[in-house]
């Protein structure tokens, strides 16, 4: 699967010659379908590129909860979905009223008192997961929903930035420039020259794809 | 992000109800009678509809000081705790207390009754907001004032179904099967929801009332036969078993719930080459329709596995 618009972008264009309206001989094997929209209809789509999501929040406890959520969305790995979160929210609150059935089928039944607590537990995770559903977007679809200054924090900021010094560092103690910026030259003009530099220092090679992936994108 | 909007919003709308079987186990709300549950399904559900309905006018998602996704939930839980601490019978299975009306009318009281009443005279203050603002904006954008509250009459015709039926049920769906009558509602609530965020999203807005009532279809067959039992029939029998009648309802909701959501994920992930639970992306829709100079683009993805 291409991972990038841009390599998606050139994939398509060479699979598909434009004006070719039969377009089902791809070269995989696989039969190309056309894609049918069942519930959105053109002027709708073109609104859904236009749409912009906003919400006011006058809640009283929300300012007191924020912290934990700022806590909460840090464990949570960048590359989870916000819709994952979501959804995992809700499954946690389905279990909770499988409790309740299992333990009350008429709802007139004491319950245990490990199943309040569950209760509680359970519907407090699901509105932290809830409110943290919304920060994971700007720290998973980072640069584009994030600001400045919470961008510097994503880890795939880090691990540009540290590879970048890294391959900075070795320019510079390789040609004995005079310094960094004398070193990034070469970069400017070449962007393949520091990628083939980077594949070559860096230990890590999920680094290496991420900044391989920006140089194909043309960001860097 | 848009889609996360739709998702978002859609799983709260189902959490309304599966929250009402966590709250009534935990209040013990099938104790005073079975309308008890169905007043926490309205407390709810029914500022929920409201705050979707002002956002579909207003354009803006606006959550008010005392709203159900912070304070709302927040009173659950500290109910739930204070109820694990103190004792589940003695806070909720006291009573009940007989109180003697004006009129000689004579009610039994239970705990769980206060609050539940509680809770619909905070929906009732939440209401009011909701609709004055939603109403104000309507007629801002050259709506009707009439054509604005037809968009809340699908919920409406839910909430007057569920009264009605519960009410003349010969079986007492509500006191009986409260998990399958409420799923099935909470089921058609969603839908009603998801499509009208769905609407506000894309900016369509005909045959939204009319699809939204189609999810409604069983109910008056299951309210007409409990209206037969009870004003009609000699022997209060129903006409056709209340039971199959209910797990139709629920099985007829979830299905046209399910199919919505799928279709509409298919819809605007293929649209804007994303994928509903994972952050890759493929070629988007509108840019395969600017290629190729078709209408309908040609599917970029080659991974067939991966559908959203």
Sequence with gaps: MPRTRAAAAAATAAAVPKGDSKANGHANGHTQQAIRYRTIGHRGRAALLRYKYSAVDRSIIAPYLQPLWTRVVDLIPAWVAPNCVTTSGLALVVLSSALAYLHSPHLDAPLPTWVLLAHAALVFTYQTLDAVDGKQVRKAFWPTHASFLSALTHPRCRALLVPALISLAQQARRTGSSGPLGASRFHLYDPNRSRRLLCSQCPNPALTRSFSACVARGAV | ?308
């Excluded at chain 2, 509680?118 to 929906?123: C, R, V, W």
């Excluded at chain 2, 009410?167 to 089921?187: C, I, N, R």
């Excluded at chain 2, 939204?212 to 078993?241: E, I, K």
Aim: glycine share 10%; hydrophobic share 45%.
């Design chain 2, 1 to 308: 992000m848009l889609p996360g909007e739709l998702c978002d919003h859609t799983c709260d709308a189902l959490v309304c109800t599966f929250e009402t079987f966590a709250v009534g186990s935990t209040v013990l709300a099938g104790l005073g009678g079975s309308h008890t549950v169905l007043a926490l399904w309205l407390v709810g559900t029914w500022p929920f509809c409201m705050a979707t309905w002002r956002m579909y006018h207003t354009g803006v998602m606006t959550l008010p000081e005392f709203n159900g996704p912070n304070e709302g939930l927040a009173l659950l839980y500290l109910t739930q705790t204070v109820t694990a601490c103190v004792g589940q019978a003695a806070l909720w299975g006291a009573g009940p207390w007989h109180v003697r009306l004006p009129g000689d009318v004579q009610l039994s009281v239970r705990p769980a009754h206060v609050y539940a009443a509680s809770g619909i005279a905070m929906a009732l203050v939440d209401t009011l907001g909701h609709l004055y603002a939603g109403l104000s904006a309507a007629k801002a954008q050259g709506r009707t004032r009439r054509r604005a509250m037809a968009q809340l009459s699908p919920y409406m015709g839910l909430v007057a179904c569920l009264l009605a039926w519960s009410a003349w049920s010969p079986t007492d769906v509500a006191g009986t099967q409260p998990y399958v009558l409420l799923l099935g509602f909470g089921m058609q609530f969603a839908y009603l929801m998801a499509r009208l965020i769905l609407a506000h999203l894309c900016d369509e807005h005909t045959r939204l009332i009319r699809a939204m009532w189609r999810v409604l279809v069983p109910l008056p067959l299951a309210v007409g036969n409990a209206a037969y039992a009870r004003f009609v029939a000699a022997d209060g029998q129903p006409l056709v078993d209340e039971n199959a009648l209910l797990w139709f309802n629920c099985v007829y909701a979830t299905f046209m719930y399910v199919r919505f959501a799928m279709n509409v994920t298919h819809d605007i992930t293929a649209w804007l080459g994303i994928y509903c639970f994972s952050l890759h992306r493929r070629t988007p829709g509108w840019k395969l329709e600017q290629e190729n100079g078709t209408a309908n683009g040609v599917n970029g993805h080659t991974d067939k596995s991966k559908r959203f």
